[in-house]
């Protein structure tokens, strides 16, 4: 035996995986309905949808079309990831256009009558559609048509456009897709030339008026240059370095002050160099050095000087050879002084030239200045003149330039926009696909019949188990009785020791000896919320087990107005409890044998005209005190709690109160309303007996045994 305590429980998670079990296991047969249903119309949609047929033309998009004469385009270019993508959508969203299903409709004669809305199985509009009139409205049909069936796809990472058009004829889809296609890129090609067209002519209107202003600019200035005796002597070469044109003076005065700058440059370089050399030793100076006859004799007396010094250590100096030795050196010394001398002269003479060819110009250049500040103030309106001249001349050769790439280019560059692949007429239909609709109708078969079982069970509070019994009244399940089988009734089942339910209800024996410190509570009544839930089997079933341990009980149908138990027993209803009460019997007279050793019975007896009123008074409570001495244990088959007065006043006049539920029948509020009223009624609730229990029906285990929940022990036989 074990003990509720005892029994191991499955620990529970934030998702109770076994309640949702249960929940699908108990409404199988309502989702298998509702599956099937949804299949069923899968099929049924499958088979009775026409065919669609969808072909696919593929189509190259570049953001640039190749030139063949680059930089001369006159269409923006974006170079960015961003700008790539806005681009590629624009013509997404020109190919899904309106103005391009027109132009799809015009090329494949679609306008002319109805038989491409009737290959669309679209109905022709017998009547005119808001402001438009019957052709009109026709046109717009086929534009809708058009529209709600082509689909323009870009894969990512790539130009490669798909277009589809779908249709019940696959010859028209083919068409359709191909002619959007061609559409397109025709469309493509003449935007560019007109945008190409466009600009050719802005560009000659812009070149007339420019041509225009720098003719009458070039006149007026030869007017004024005229008119003032300004000669300009500028050239082609000059132009293109000089800031603007320059009369003769001041074309002077320029190469003047030119060669005066290097003048002063020459002179400032000859007089740094005569200081240097009147500041250094004759022989020191880099220019003397640097002379090569200087060299040449320098090298001469050095040899010289070594061969007197050589021969000086073995001849006098008055020897013939070191005299003429001595002479040459002096000779020699004598050249090298004479020639440096000319040399250091030379610089000086440099020196002077330059110092007179900057005073020659200085004299010339202040008088030239004198006569180019005159001519200066007349040249100011001249310059101004050449200006307009050349900012027209500039503006003119750029719009030339312009001009001449844009004509030379017109209809050069290729369409950025080619076919990869035309669309062929499919072989298959993309739809109705019969894999993917029963797919998707399982898919909603399952979504409704979960939603199914999601309401039900929030709206059905009926008691199922033991977390039922526990969760729905608060109070302990003390044991649990398994449902017969329809062949099997409950008599002959408590006859075999062995049963299913004799189990169950010995294990509910043992419960109640351990209910209490001093064990079975000695008067016991059992009652239930509504009829036919099992308290009269049970009443029977525990008096028949007490008396089989060989305890005193008496059994009592406290049930005036549906009494069973007297056909349980197979005795006499003549007499019984509603005639003790009524005092028209007496204890013995109403007291039954049964063939259970130990156990006596009292009938409910004859239906009175008001048994609560008997219950209600002092004789049932003179009934339990006249026997407890003569009974271990009395067993009180009480009627049902709701709608009847009955129960609650039994339960205050018996020591405990044994609260019964049928099993998937009894809702949840309907027996915590039951318990309210016997609570009320000061009963004492020893707990409560789920009775009729399946667990197949109840949606748990196959291997839910009786040992899972007897109450506070759970004993088997």
């Known amino acids: 035996m074990m003990s509720q305590d005892e029994i191991p429980h499955e620990e529970t998670g934030p998702i109770d995986l076994r309640a949702i079990w249960s929940a699908v296991y108990r409404n199988r047969l309502k989702l298998i309905v509702i599956i099937a249903a949804a299949l069923l119309i899968g099929l049924l949609i499958t088979f009775l949808s026409t065919p669609i047929f969808r072909a696919e033309a593929r189509i190259q998009i570049e953001q640039q079309a190749a030139e063949i004469l680059a930089g001369n385009t006159v269409e923006p270019n974006g170079d960015s990831i961003m700008d790539g993508d806005r681009f590629l959508q624009t013509q997404l969203d020109i190919i899904k256009s309106r103005t391009l299903s027109r132009q799809v409709a015009e090329s494949l004669g679609l306008y002319r009558n109805n038989a491409f809305l009737e290959k669309m199985h679209i109905k022709p509009a017998a009547e005119p559609r808001g402001a438009y009139n019957l052709v009109q409205t026709h046109r717009e049909q086929v534009v809708d048509a058009l529209q709600n069936n082509v689909e323009v796809e870009l894969p990512v990472e790539s130009r490669v456009a798909v277009i589809s058009f779908d249709s019940p004829d696959r010859q028209l889809s083919a068409q359709v897709a191909n002619s959007f296609a061609d559409s397109y890129i025709v469309g493509n090609i003449q935007r560019k030339f007109n945008t190409t067209a466009y600009a050719r002519r802005f560009l000659e209107g812009q070149l007339r008026q420019t041509r225009q202003r720098l003719e009458e600019s070039e006149r007026a200035q030869i007017e004024y240059a005229r008119s003032a005796g300004l000669i300009d002597a500028s050239n082609s070469a000059d132009a293109g370095q000089a800031m603007g044109p320059r009369s003769l003076t001041t074309a002077n005065l320029v190469q003047l002050n030119q060669a005066y700058a290097q003048a002063s440059a020459n002179r400032v370089t000859a007089e740094q160099r005569w200081r240097e050399a009147a500041g ?24 010289l000087q070594a061969e007197y010094a050589q021969n000086g250590k073995r001849y006098l100096p008055d020897y013939p050879g070191q005299t003429q030795a001595s002479a040459q050196i002096d000779t020699i010394t004598t050249q090298i002084n004479r020639l440096a001398s000319s040399i250091r002269d030379g610089i000086r003479q440099q020196y002077e030239i330059a110092a007179s ?49 844009v004509s030379a280019t017109a209809g050069a560059s290729s369409n950025n926009v080619s076919i990869i692949d035309r669309a062929d007429p499919p072989i298959r239909p993309v739809s109705p696909r019969l894999i993917l609709n029963l797919a998707l109708a399982l898919f909603t078969g399952l979504l409704l019949g979960v939603g199914y079982v999601v309401l039900r069970e929030h709206f059905d509070d009926a008691i199922r188990s033991s977390e039922d019994v526990e969760h729905e009244l608060g109070t302990s399940m003390i044991g649990l009785v398994p449902v017969l089988a329809t062949d099997q009734t409950p008599k002959d089942e408590l006859q075999k020791v062995r049963s299913d339910m004799s189990e169950a209800y010995y294990a509910l024996r043992s419960a109640l000896e351990l209910s209490t410190p001093s064990g079975a509570p000695h008067s016991l009544m059992v009652t239930s919320s509504g009829p036919a839930e099992g308290k009269s089997t049970t009443s029977y079933a525990l008096a028949r087990g007490f008396a089989h341990i060989g305890r005193r009980v008496a059994l009592i149908d406290a049930d005036m107005r549906k009494p069973a138990q007297h056909r349980n027993l197979g005795l006499s209803n003549k007499a019984g409890l509603a005639n003790l009460l009524a005092r028209q019997a007496t204890f013995q007279d109403v007291l039954q044998r049964t063939d259970t050793p130990n156990l006596d019975f009292i009938a409910a007896g004859p239906t009175p005209i008001n048994p609560a009123e008997l219950i209600a008074g002092s004789g049932f409570a003179t009934l339990l005190e006249q026997i407890k001495n003569d009974y271990d244990i009395i067993v009180v088959d009480a009627p049902p709690v709701l709608g009847l007065a009955d129960a609650p006043t039994l339960a205050s006049q018996v020591e405990a109160t044994l609260f019964v539920v049928q099993a998937n029948h009894t809702r949840g509020r309907q027996a915590r309303v039951a318990l309210g009223r016997l609570k009320a009624g000061r009963a004492t609730v020893v707990g409560t007996l789920l009775t009729k229990f399946d667990a197949k029906v109840s949606g748990q285990s196959s291997d839910y045994g009786y040992s899972y929940s007897y109450g506070q022990t759970d004993e088997r036989s």
């Open 280 to 303: 250094t030793a004759l022989l020191s100076q880099p220019e003397v050095l640097a002379n090569p006859a200087v060299q040449t004799l320098i090298q001469e007396r050095a040899k």
């Open 357 to 405: 060819q900057e005073k020659a110009l200085e004299r010339d250049l202040n008088t030239l200045k004198g006569t180019t500040l005159t001519e200066q103030g007349r040249g100011v309106q001249a310059n101004i003149l050449r200006r307009e001249v050349d900012t027209n001349r500039a503006l003119y050769d750029a719009l030339l330039q312009r001009y001449k790439g």
